[in-house]
């Protein structure tokens, strides 16, 4: 075997290693947990927005839990109204899900979190959460 020829199959099985994580690295990614975008202000700051898929329902439904991290950067209390939307690779909204009204004590982080249905196929064209509405009083 020439040094050539060895060099040739080297770089053969290199490509074959990217094309493998190139292929697989996507479909991980694809899995059933959903991930957002995170907000920090003065007053409040939201992070660890997820979402991860439960159980497939009846009818093409699936249920999913979505869940984010607040805080209340504050030394009040607060009341805090969020809406979070999923959003496809386009932006374009695909449902929404919304806590109201939620008390945060002073300086504290409280977890939000909530069960709901939506179409299976949404949930699978799901790319990211968005924050959609914020209101803090």
């Not at 159980?55 to 093409?60: D, P, R």
């Not at 109204?81 to 409280?110: H, M, N, P, W």
């Amino acid at each position: 075997m020439t040094r050539k020829t060895k060099t040739s199959k080297v770089f053969s099985a290199a490509w074959v290693v990217v094309l493998v994580i190139t292929i697989a690295c996507p479909a991980y990614s694809r899995s059933q947990r959903r991930r957002g975008t995170s907000y920090i202000s003065p007053r409040i700051e939201i992070s660890n927005i997820s979402s991860i898929r439960h159980e497939k329902a009846k009818s093409g439904l699936i249920w999913y839990s979505i869940k984010a991290n607040v805080r209340n950067r504050t030394q009040r209390t607060i009341h805090v109204t969020i809406c979070f939307q999923a959003v496809d690779r386009s932006g374009y909204e695909l449902d929404d899900v919304c806590f109201y009204d939620e008390l945060i004590k002073k300086d504290a982080t409280r977890i939000l979190s909530d069960k709901t249905v939506m179409d299976a196929t949404d949930y699978k064209n799901t790319w990211e959460w968005k924050i959609k509405k914020l209101r803090i009083e």
